[in-house]
């Protein structure tokens, strides 16, 4: 059974570019949640789907968003990218109603 | 809303001998407790978590914790450290009865020495 898996495992990208990172959920699971951890801090929540809808919202701008996929599998967006984007973004997945996440290997995101 | 604070951003211990890790939370309800672990260049693992019943918890790799309602804390323990658990390990909280975000100390860094 696999775990939760992220994609790619690392990027560089330009300020003012847009990213997009990938997470497949833990079998069985149909909730998603991102996080971001910058270096020498614990993660912090951006925003979690659920049914292919943002449930909930961290203090995060607009310049994050989401998406949810049938297959519940989903991506995180970030436009117009500053140097402080720069950090480990981490996708959990969980079962609705369930308050356990299991967490994939994180995305290392450098902006230049 | 709620908060977690890791009083020690770094414990070094010598090998073989016991650690405590200490962990205090803030919340106006009810909330579940975690500890996870990261290994260098990895994600997160669960190492053990709080939910309800018995207040002394035990998880993966020799690690334990106990929940204290009246002090709000949730110190990590284990007896006898060994190399391999050199780590960044953080505590957790989310809010009890619902589906919801994880909030996160910043970690405290576990440093064996040899």
């Known amino acids: 059974d696999a775990g939760v898996t992220q994609s790619p495992t690392h990027l560089i990208k330009t300020r003012g570019q847009q990213v997009t990172l990938r997470c497949s959920p833990k079998s069985g699971h149909d909730t998603v949640s991102w996080y971001q951890q910058a270096l020498g801090q614990g993660p912090q929540f951006i925003f979690q789907y659920y049914e292919e809808e943002e449930r909930q919202r961290g203090n995060f701008p607009d310049r994050f968003s989401g998406h949810q996929f049938p297959n519940y599998s989903s991506e995180l967006n970030v436009n117009a990218l500053w140097l402080g984007d720069s950090a480990l973004y981490l996708c959990?997945?969980?079962?609705?109603?369930?308050?356990?996440?299991?967490f994939g290997p994180g995305t290392r995101l450098t902006v230049t | 809303a709620q908060s977690v604070t890791q009083l020690d951003s770094q414990v070094p211990v010598f090998e073989e001998a016991p650690v405590e890790l200490r962990c205090n939370y803030s919340s106006s309800v009810s909330v579940y407790l975690f500890w996870y672990v990261q290994y260098p260049n990895q994600g997160l693992q669960l190492l053990l978590k709080y939910l309800s019943g018995s207040t002394l918890v035990k998880g993966i790799n020799g690690f334990e914790a106990e929940f204290n309602k009246s002090q709000t804390s949730f110190h990590l323990r284990k007896p006898s450290v060994h190399i391999s658990d050199t780590a960044e390990y953080f505590c957790a909280v989310s809010e009890r009865n619902r589906d919801d975000k994880i909030i996160f100390g910043k970690g405290t860094r576990l440093h064996i020495l040899p």
């Open positions: 959990a997945s969980s079962v609705a109603g369930n308050h356990e996440q299991y």
